[in-house]
């Protein structure tokens, strides 16, 4: 069983709608929870992190966690075909190392 | 501003000839980071530095080694590069006063010929 787990897409959405990226994880332990944003050909933006159960918001990005399910989300509202990138999840088990998801790809339709 | 910077963008070398890759940041973080990562696959770390501390991931081939001389930069060397070592390499930092995000360089993309 992978230890960060993403649906790899590609994840259509119409311009100006929500997008919802889903990732669960394996370590109970698992302390900070972050979401990166990768465009083809670069580096892992970092976008969002949260730490507690509940919902994280910022602009257009809210990340939601919910450890007794093992599950970690990203909705972004008000999709802009910028947005277009693949979305990696990354999870800190305590040890500040993150291991990461293989990222869902995310498309937005003009 | 501050950055995590990482020479040169692109690398190509011969297959078993040595190379290196560098990692500088002006962010004076505590903690450095060497990923690997190939095309349409997560990044894999290979190893990372508490300050001195070297902690090596226990899958990461000997091929690799990795020095850090001071606080700001850090050196990725492949001894005898193969064809599958072929990837995108990244370099990120964080600071231990910090929740554990990580900051990446814009990475440096290695070909094997």
């Known amino acids: 069983q992978k230890e960060v787990e993403q649906n790899s897409g590609p994840l259509s959405v119409p311009e100006g709608a929500i997008a919802s990226l889903n990732c669960t994880y394996s370590d109970r332990g698992s302390q900070s929870f972050f979401w990166y944003r990768q465009y083809s050909g670069k580096s892992p933006e970092l976008i969002m992190f949260?730490?507690?159960?509940g919902d994280k918001e910022d602009g257009r990005f809210t990340a939601q966690l919910n450890k007794a399910s093992q599950y970690v989300s990203l909705l972004i509202r008000d999709s802009q075909p910028s947005d277009s990138a693949t979305y990696l999840c990354a999870v800190d088990t305590g040890r500040r190392a993150l291991t990461f998801g293989s990222g869902t790809r995310l498309q937005v339709q003009p | 501003d501050a950055m995590v910077i990482q020479n040169p963008r692109y690398q190509v070398t011969q297959f078993g000839k040595p190379v290196t890759l560098s990692c500088s940041q002006t962010?004076?973080?505590?903690?450095m980071y060497w990923y690997q990562q190939k095309s349409s696959q997560a990044p894999k770390l290979l190893f990372h530095?508490?300050?001195?501390?070297?902690?090596n991931e226990a899958d990461t081939p000997d091929n690799f080694q990795s020095r850090r001389p001071n606080t700001s930069f850090c050196f990725l060397d492949i001894r005898s590069p193969g064809l599958g070592d072929a990837a995108m390499y990244l370099c990120?930092?964080?600071?231990?006063?910090?929740?554990?995000?990580?900051?990446f360089g814009p990475g440096t993309r290695l070909t094997v010929t």
């Open positions: 990120a930092t964080s600071s231990l006063a910090g929740g554990g995000e990580q900051y």
């Open positions: 949260i730490y507690s159960n």
């Open positions: 962010l004076n973080h505590n903690v």
């Open positions: 530095y508490y300050d001195k501390d070297f902690n």
